[in-house]
């Protein structure tokens, strides 16, 4: 994070959320710098993804606040939040599965009305060589490697310059090359376009060494929070997730 005393880019303040009995999020709270990487960890049902939807909008919290560069985000709806400079990616990579690749890219660009066609080319065609995909520009998304699609996927989030960009498990399932390549290209982003980062993930090692700040979960409360190197040897992290069999 945050190294800055100024406003974060992200705060997350006393967020809280429950579905029925279940406290899914328990007064979770911290902050996110610009261009930087935070790890959020965490046991499988602690809350990561149930974060991820209270700050992109999908969910309301029952209390706290969610402010992006000093603004309420918490009541916004996901589709205004692309405007706002918030983009994420799924669990299950979610691509148009009958355009072709190119196409995709050009899908989060629709809304701006004076969409200039020349600029939003010239991005796509960036980001397409940034993930390897330009040999399979024109193909339909759906014939695409599983992998490519992921990686599809992440050129999607990135191709209105967001300011943050939410990953939910993107390493879950790829195959090691694919990890490395996504690894290059978020680094690449967060250093050429000063893009932040919140990436959920059980690849501890990768996170370690690629975050800049990381949180751990623990049944819907906040397990610790700091540099990579303290949250690892936090009693209560190795306790409630990384000793766990
Ligand atoms: N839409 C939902 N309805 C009911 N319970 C949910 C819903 N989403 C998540 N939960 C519950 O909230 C808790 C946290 O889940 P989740 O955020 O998915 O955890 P994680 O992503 O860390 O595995 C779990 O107990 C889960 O069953
Ligand atoms: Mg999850």
Known sequence: MTASAEQPLLAIDAVGKRFGGVIALDDVSFSVGAHSVVGLIGPNGSGKTTLLNVINGVFAADHGEVRLSGI??????????????????????????TLAVRQ??????????ALDRTAASARANELLELVGLTKHAESIASEISGGQQRLLEFARALVSRP???????????????IKTLLVRCIRDSVAREGTSFIIVSHEVPDLVAMSDFMVCLVEGRTAATGSPATVIQNERVIEGYLGRA
Request: positive net charge; charged residues 25%; proline residues 6%.
């Open 163 to 177: 300011r943050l960009v939410l990953m939910d498990e993107p390493f879950a399932g790829v195959h090691p090359q």
């Open 104 to 113: 995709n890219l050009f899908i989060p660009l629709l809304h701006q009305s």
């Open 72 to 97: 309420r985000i918490d009541r916004k709806r996901s589709c205004e939040l692309a405007a706002t400079g918030l983009t994420r990616t799924f669990q299950a990579a979610r691509v148009f599965r």
